[in-house]
């Protein structure tokens, strides 16, 4: 299951919010949403420049849910991010994994684009000095998905916003949006996930021509 990481910054009551999509994000088992680590740590969950309040979500069909930073498990190393889900939903489905990747191995990924505004003012509301979002009627209109196959297999070190220390990664023949980062990696022909998009080059660019993916192997070894 697919969902988006939404972002709002706000200084008084009353007032409207600024914000979007920050990045994208997916229900790796029944208790655990993952994104990218350079997308959502408790380092940078802070509000925008000059809003002294800010709030995220993790948007998805038919799912709203605030995300507190005391429910993170981090491991900036891999780019990985883990958020424990309190609130149980039988709506949550979460993809299922694979192993079985090669170069040539067909795959897609999907997520949404940085910045996009998928809530209506209206459905926005406020309780106890905090924002509340009553729905997300939108979200699908700004899914975006990109397809191709695995060009290169292979670990890899890097030091800039994101960060990855000797990590296994999939490079894609194909690019994709700034903002995918965080969403699922997918074989083509099961529908299993087999990484989560990482970063993408050039890097100062929205669109990507190359993506790269934290493999499903390193994934698994902090999803315990």
């Not at 949404?112 to 505004?117: G, L, P, Q, Y």
Request: proline share 4%; glycine share 10%; with cysteine.
């Amino acid at each position: 299951m697919l969902g988006a990481i939404f972002k709002l910054s706000y200084n008084n009551e009353g007032e409207d919010p600024i914000g979007g999509i920050c990045g994208s994000c997916f229900f790796i088992n029944s208790d655990y949403i993952i994104t990218a680590n350079h997308i959502l740590s408790k380092n940078n969950f802070k509000p925008n420049e000059g809003y002294g309040h800010c709030q995220y979500w993790i948007l998805s069909k038919d799912f709203i849910y605030e995300i507190l930073p005391e429910y993170f498990k981090e491991s900036q190393e891999t780019d990985l991010t883990l958020i424990k889900i309190l609130k149980k939903d039988r709506k949550i489905i979460p993809y299922d994994i694979s192993k079985e990747y090669f170069v040539g191995t067909e795959c897609y990924n999907e997520g949404f684009m940085e910045s996009d505004m998928p809530i209506d003012k209206g459905d926005i509301t406020w309780k106890e000095n905090k924002l509340v979002i009553n729905k997300c009627r939108n979200l699908e209109d700004f899914k975006k998905s990109s397809k191709g196959k695995i060009f290169l297999i292979g670990n890899i070190n890097l030091d800039r916003d994101v960060k990855l220390k000797n990590k296994k990664v999939i490079e894609c023949n194909y690019g994709g949006h700034k903002g995918m980062s965080g969403g699922p990696l997918i074989k083509k022909d099961t529908g299993e996930v087999i990484g989560m998009i990482s970063f993408g080059f050039p890097p100062g660019n929205k669109i990507k021509d190359k993506l790269f993916a934290v493999s499903i192997d390193e994934i698994l070894k902090i999803v315990k």
